[in-house]
Structures are given as C-alpha cells and as structure tokens.
Nanobody, 124 residues
Framework: QLQLVESGGGLVQPGGSLRLSCAAS????????IGWFRQAPGKEREGVAC????????KYVDSVKGRFTISRDIAKNTVYLQMNSLKPEDTGVYYC?????????????????WGKGTLVTVSS
C-alpha cells in the first residue's frame, strides 16, 4: 500500500527555517514525481514545489522561489522541503503528494496519493 508521511512542521518566527520530510512507503521514488502542497486557513490548496521521478526537474510556485528547495534521498525513499526566510504567509498545512506520473506540473488535479499533512506556523 502506497503511503506518504510528512514530518518536520512546527512554529517558527518570521525569517526562520524549517525542513519538512516526506517518507514514502509501498513504492520507490524512482517511478513517481512528488509534490509539496499547502493549504492556508480559508484558502485553496496550492502546489508549492514539485520534483520529477529522476530528480532532474523541479518546479516552484513564484512566491517561494529562492527561499524553498525540494530535494530527495533515494536511499531513504524520502523527499524534503527546505524552507528558509519564512514569512507569515507561508503558514498552513503542508502536504506531500504523488501522481501516477514521472513528472507533472505541480497541479493538484493530477494527484493520486496524499499524505495527512504537517502544520507550519510562521509567527512572532
């Protein structure tokens, strides 16, 4: 059974950093693209960062470019989201997700599997 489990969320001050982890089980990252999505209170879920099955392609939403980095460790079957220079508007529940594809455009309509999410709160 394919599962995605997020961890690493928490409370951080503006300007701080967090690293989220997404541990995959029941499948290997070599055959699936992975995306990080977030949902802020009262807002729709949006794609934040995505990485292809090869790891050679990435895509970021404009609001996080230069601040967030998606990466993966094949040996650990885990995808990471390094978040630096965090802002209050980055607050939300962050979800790890996978489509049945080697690559996709970070569109949530393509997602077949979702994790349960981890809460990130950026506040002073």
């Amino acid at each position: 059974q394919l599962q995605l489990v997020e961890s690493g969320g928490g409370l951080v001050q503006p300007g701080g950093s967090l690293r989220l982890s997404c541990a995959a089980s029941g499948f290997t990252l070599d055959y699936y693209a992975i995306g990080w999505f977030r949902q802020a209170p009262g807002k729709e879920r949006e794609g934040v960062a995505c990485i292809s099955s090869s790891g050679g392609s990435t895509k970021y939403v404009d609001s996080v470019k230069g601040r967030f980095t998606i990466s993966r460790d094949i040996a650990k079957n885990t995808v990471y989201l390094q978040m630096n220079s965090l802002k209050p508007e980055d607050t939300g529940v962050y979800y790890c997700a996978a489509p049945h594809r080697l690559w996709f455009g970070c569109d949530l309509r393509d997602i077949n599997y979702w994790g349960k999410g981890t809460l990130v709160t950026v506040s002073s």
